[in-house]
Nanobody
Framework: QVQLVESGGGSVQAGGSLTLSCTFS????????LAWFRRTPGKERDFVSV????????YYVDSVKGRFTISRDNAKNTVRLQMNNLKLEDTAVYYC?????????????????WGQGTQVTVSS
Protein backbone atom coordinates (compact mmCIF):
# COMPACT_ATOMS: atom_id res chain seq x y z
CA GLN A 1 0.00 0.00 0.00
CA VAL A 2 1.39 3.37 -1.03
CA GLN A 3 1.92 5.82 1.79
CA LEU A 4 2.82 9.49 1.60
CA VAL A 5 4.14 11.54 4.50
CA GLU A 6 4.55 15.30 4.26
CA SER A 7 6.87 17.45 6.33
CA GLY A 8 8.25 20.95 6.36
CA GLY A 9 5.19 23.04 7.03
CA GLY A 10 5.21 25.87 9.52
CA SER A 11 4.71 29.57 10.06
CA VAL A 12 6.53 32.21 8.08
CA GLN A 13 6.19 35.91 7.40
CA ALA A 14 5.07 37.15 4.03
CA GLY A 15 7.98 37.19 1.62
CA GLY A 16 9.65 34.26 3.33
CA SER A 17 10.33 30.73 2.13
CA LEU A 18 9.48 27.17 3.09
CA THR A 19 10.28 23.80 1.58
CA LEU A 20 7.77 20.99 1.86
CA SER A 21 8.85 17.39 1.49
CA CYS A 22 6.85 14.26 0.83
CA THR A 23 8.27 10.79 1.34
CA PHE A 24 6.77 7.92 -0.65
CA SER A 25 6.72 4.26 0.36
CA UNK A 26 4.95 1.04 -0.54
CA UNK A 27 5.42 1.12 -4.29
CA UNK A 28 7.74 2.00 -7.16
CA UNK A 29 8.12 5.75 -6.86
CA UNK A 30 9.15 6.32 -10.46
CA UNK A 31 5.85 4.86 -11.69
CA UNK A 32 3.84 7.69 -10.16
CA UNK A 33 3.13 11.29 -10.99
CA LEU A 34 3.32 13.37 -7.84
CA ALA A 35 1.37 16.51 -7.08
CA TRP A 36 0.81 19.10 -4.39
CA PHE A 37 -2.64 20.39 -3.52
CA ARG A 38 -3.76 22.80 -0.83
CA ARG A 39 -6.93 23.41 1.07
CA THR A 40 -8.23 26.33 3.09
CA PRO A 41 -11.15 26.02 5.52
CA GLY A 42 -14.47 25.56 3.75
CA LYS A 43 -12.95 24.95 0.36
CA GLU A 44 -12.08 21.96 -1.76
CA ARG A 45 -8.51 20.92 -2.42
CA ASP A 46 -6.93 23.14 -5.03
CA PHE A 47 -4.21 22.08 -7.41
CA VAL A 48 -0.79 23.67 -6.84
CA SER A 49 1.74 21.72 -8.90
CA VAL A 50 2.49 18.37 -10.50
CA UNK A 51 5.63 16.63 -11.67
CA UNK A 52 5.87 13.76 -14.10
CA UNK A 53 7.34 10.38 -13.30
CA UNK A 54 10.84 11.21 -14.52
CA UNK A 55 10.67 14.84 -13.47
CA UNK A 56 10.82 16.11 -17.04
CA UNK A 57 7.43 17.85 -16.97
CA UNK A 58 6.15 20.23 -14.33
CA TYR A 59 3.00 22.32 -14.14
CA TYR A 60 1.84 25.01 -11.74
CA VAL A 61 -1.30 26.91 -10.96
CA ASP A 62 -0.92 30.47 -12.21
CA SER A 63 -0.90 31.99 -8.74
CA VAL A 64 2.35 30.24 -7.77
CA LYS A 65 4.27 30.36 -11.04
CA GLY A 66 7.68 31.92 -10.55
CA ARG A 67 7.48 31.47 -6.78
CA PHE A 68 7.10 27.70 -6.23
CA THR A 69 9.28 24.92 -7.62
CA ILE A 70 8.40 21.23 -7.57
CA SER A 71 11.13 18.63 -7.79
CA ARG A 72 11.59 14.93 -7.17
CA ASP A 73 14.41 12.58 -6.32
CA ASN A 74 13.61 9.12 -7.61
CA ALA A 75 16.57 7.66 -5.75
CA LYS A 76 15.23 8.92 -2.42
CA ASN A 77 11.49 8.50 -3.10
CA THR A 78 10.92 12.13 -2.29
CA VAL A 79 9.08 15.03 -3.87
CA ARG A 80 9.62 18.60 -2.71
CA LEU A 81 7.87 21.92 -3.08
CA GLN A 82 10.15 24.92 -2.68
CA MET A 83 7.99 27.94 -1.87
CA ASN A 84 9.51 31.41 -2.14
CA ASN A 85 8.06 34.89 -1.71
CA LEU A 86 5.16 33.47 0.24
CA LYS A 87 1.96 35.48 0.37
CA LEU A 88 -0.88 35.58 2.88
CA GLU A 89 -3.09 33.75 0.40
CA ASP A 90 -0.70 30.79 0.38
CA THR A 91 -1.87 29.90 3.88
CA ALA A 92 -3.41 26.42 3.68
CA VAL A 93 -2.96 22.77 4.49
CA TYR A 94 -0.74 21.32 1.79
CA TYR A 95 -1.18 17.75 0.62
CA CYS A 96 1.04 15.47 -1.40
CA UNK A 97 -0.74 13.12 -3.82
CA UNK A 98 0.26 10.30 -6.13
CA UNK A 99 -1.27 8.61 -9.14
CA UNK A 100 0.02 6.01 -11.54
CA UNK A 101 -0.71 7.59 -14.91
CA UNK A 102 1.02 8.86 -18.03
CA UNK A 103 -0.52 12.33 -17.92
CA UNK A 104 0.06 15.17 -15.48
CA UNK A 105 -3.31 15.72 -13.83
CA UNK A 106 -4.60 18.71 -11.91
CA UNK A 107 -7.90 17.28 -10.70
CA UNK A 108 -7.82 15.85 -7.18
CA UNK A 109 -10.33 13.13 -8.05
CA UNK A 110 -7.72 11.44 -10.24
CA UNK A 111 -5.26 10.87 -7.42
CA UNK A 112 -5.31 7.56 -5.60
CA UNK A 113 -3.03 8.25 -2.66
CA TRP A 114 -2.79 11.21 -0.30
CA GLY A 115 -0.67 12.31 2.58
CA GLN A 116 -2.07 13.59 5.84
CA GLY A 117 -1.28 17.21 5.05
CA THR A 118 1.01 19.83 6.53
CA GLN A 119 -0.02 23.32 7.62
CA VAL A 120 1.56 26.39 6.07
CA THR A 121 0.73 29.71 7.70
CA VAL A 122 1.89 32.99 6.21
CA SER A 123 1.53 36.10 8.34
CA SER A 124 2.04 39.79 7.71
Amino acid sequence: QVQLVESGGGSVQAGGSLTLSCTFSGGTFSNYNLAWFRRTPGKERDFVSVISRRGTNTYYVDSVKGRFTISRDNAKNTVRLQMNNLKLEDTAVYYCAAVRTDSEESSPIVYDYWGQGTQVTVSS
